[in-house]
């Protein structure tokens, strides 16, 4: 059976991997570029709170893409095949 995760889980700890397809991928693309972006428009040394609520809500945003077209998360020892 084939999956559709565009995050794998990490083989070991807690949350997922870095993106296995393209879909993953442009997400993780554009929240570095959301990420850039923001520093123009929040600069950090004039705009500390605007700049740190942005990357919250962006990276919020990241973090519910990741639990919806994730690997469901759960702590992992290194294990290689699925959990019984």
Known sequence: MHNNYWFPAK???WGW???TVWQGQATLVGFIL???A???VFP???SHWGFMAYVALIS???LGVCYLKGEPPR???G???PSA
Request: overall charge positive; proline content about 8%.
């Open 44 to 46: 950090p040394q004039d």
């Open 75 to 77: 702590w992992r020892w």
């Open 79 to 81: 294990d290689k095949g």
């Open 34 to 36: 959301m990420l850039v």
């Open 11 to 13: 083989r070991y700890g």
């Open 38 to 40: 923001g520093s123009f």
């Open 17 to 19: 991997g870095f993106p």
């Open 60 to 62: 919020g945003l990241l």
